[in-house]
């Protein structure tokens, strides 16, 4: 299997606390990395310095072998590494339309008429094509979401980071946002996800990391890490979702 993305001896200090302590782990192309912990364990944090939106203390971040921490284009990088937020990140002066388009034209100097086909396929992938002309104001926090995927999507990364995308959303519509995500992997799309929803990453998961207090406790499959988790720690964390 090809590596796409490698970290290796990762650390993040704010001050005098360390977040990410040592982190190590690979994802290989078509992998779906689902990465769950309590809060304040520290998988935010690692998704944005995967990205470069948080600049990492120590470490390697290996993009196809290359460390990107010693690279100068970081917007080509990005573009590479999509990323899908819990608060959306949608513009309110654009209509949905043109929120996916604005990548295409900037980044990727596409002209109108290619970012605009290109645009219209991805809304009608994640099922927002009757919304095109709407603001983020008019829309409900699953449809926002649902363009921010289309979004992130329509710029063709090679791997696709999802913090914690169904947080910010009422339970009601949790659902549809996990089905388009689920859809998006069975295509065989390269994904990290950070999420709170045990049975969605059990479901949708090749690849299982548990982490607590900044490191990485337990890294394996769905049915290990579900099914027979090895540490302690695993267990007393699963527990709290005996019955997803």
């Known amino acids: 299997m090809n590596k796409i993305i490698e970290i290796n001896h990762l650390r993040k200090h704010f001050g005098n606390h360390e977040v990410l302590k040592d982190i190590n782990f690979s994802v290989n192309e078509g992998d779906v990395t689902s990465i769950i912990g309590s ?6 944090t690692l998704l944005r310095c995967i990205n470069l939106l948080e600049t990492p203390s120590s470490g390697e971040i290996l993009y196809k072998s290359k460390n990107v921490l010693d690279s100068k284009d ?5 573009a590479k590494v999509g990323m899908v937020f819990q608060g959306f990140n949608l513009f309110e002066n654009m209509n949905v339309l043109q929120n996916c388009m604005i990548g295409l034209n900037k980044v990727l100097k596409e002209d109108k008429e290619q970012a605009k086909r290109e645009s219209l396929y991805y809304l009608e992938k994640v099922g927002m094509l009757p919304y095109i002309n709407a603001k983020p104001s ?5 449809q926002k979401q649902r363009v921010a995927i289309a979004r992130a999507l329509a710029m063709k990364p090679s791997v696709l980071l999802f913090d914690e995308p169904t947080s910010a959303l009422d339970p009601q519509m949790v ?8 859809d998006i992997a069975e ?5 990290i996800i950070v999420t709170h929803e045990m049975a969605f990453a059990r479901d949708v998961s090749n690849h299982v990391i548990y982490m607590k207090d900044g490191i990485i ?14 540490k302690d720690e695993t267990k007393v964390f ?4 005996i019955n997803f």
Do not use: A, H, W
């Not at 809060?39 to 935010?44: A, E, L, N, V």
């Open 217 to 230: 406790c337990e890294e394996g499959s769905p049915e290990d890490i579900f099914g027979n988790p090895k």
């Open 238 to 241: 699963l527990d709290r979702f």
């Open 175 to 182: 659902g549809e946002v996990l089905n388009v995500i689920k």
């Open 74 to 78: 970081i917007s080509s990088y990005r």
């Open 187 to 191: 295509e065989g799309f390269t994904m």
């Open 39 to 44: 809060s304040g364990s520290g998988k935010s």
């Open 138 to 142: 008019q829309l409900s926090g699953g």
